[in-house]
């Protein structure tokens, strides 16, 4: 059976460093991902998401990669600061599933001063 | 900016006591939700509200649950007989979905413990 408690991978970039943080998913009817940063004590915060008819999308010092073929999502932060220290969060939406969002296990992303 | 907002922030009730979460969901928006969060666990999906009428629930929302929109503003989660393994974050979300699928926004949580 599924574990108590869900051990956290943990991604640790210096101050001014990029971070890539990976997500896979298995189901290649998913059309909708979103990634969401969540900061202790406080719920998941909306960053940027992606429809399965693109391959990139970029925000503010965000760029969000989806490669269908391999069912890979990554979040690659420009510029890592202290304020970015979280988890992050991949979630996705099934083309069938109306708008039910499905959560990924989560990194923990530690930026060192 | 807008956003979701809840409360309690914490709520700490009796096993078997009923117990209800409040949510203020954006003010636009049209779809609602909760989640919840077991201590170190994934976020999970509970429910979907729209046009007053629940559009989706998991499995976690039996018949212990239940979801309500009141008024024009509030949108709340009842348990009717809390369990020990109802512990847990509660987050509620909100989303303005036209023909597309739009961002879910989240509140902050109320943890909920029963004893």
């Known amino acids: 059976g599924e574990s108590v408690g869900l051990h956290l991978p943990t991604l640790s970039v210096q101050e001014g460093d990029n971070s890539i943080i990976n997500c896979a998913y298995s189901?290649?009817?998913?059309?909708?991902f979103i990634w969401y940063k969540q900061e202790s004590g406080k719920g998941p915060q909306f960053i940027i998401d992606i429809r399965s008819n693109m391959d990139k999308r970029q925000g503010q010092r965000v760029t969000v990669l989806l490669n269908k073929t391999v069912k890979h999502l990554s979040l690659q932060i420009a510029a890592t600061q202290p304020g970015d220290s979280a988890v992050y969060f991949c979630?996705?939406?099934?083309?069938?599933?109306?708008?039910?969002?499905?959560f990924g296990g989560g990194t923990r992303l530690m930026v060192k001063p | 900016e807008p956003e979701v907002t809840q409360t309690p922030s914490h709520q700490v009730t009796q096993m078997g006591q009923e117990v209800i979460l409040r949510c203020v969901p954006i003010?636009?928006?049209?779809?609602f939700y909760w989640y919840r969060q077991i201590l170190g666990q994934k976020v999970e999906f509970l429910v979907s509200f729209y046009n007053n009428e629940i559009s989706e629930k998991s499995e976690i929302f039996d018949d212990q649950f239940s979801v309500e929109r009141p008024d024009g503003s509030n949108f709340t989660l009842k348990i009717r007989s809390t369990k020990l393994e109802d512990s847990a974050m509660y987050f509620c979300?909100?989303?303005?979905?036209?023909?597309?699928?739009?961002?879910?926004?989240f509140g902050d949580g109320t943890r909920l413990s029963i004893l």
């Open positions: 979300a909100s989303s303005f979905n036209s023909n597309r699928v739009q961002p879910q926004h």
């Open positions: 003010s636009n928006h049209l779809y």
């Open positions: 189901n290649s009817a998913s059309d909708y």
């Open positions: 979630a996705e939406i099934l083309n069938n599933a109306g708008n039910m969002l499905t």
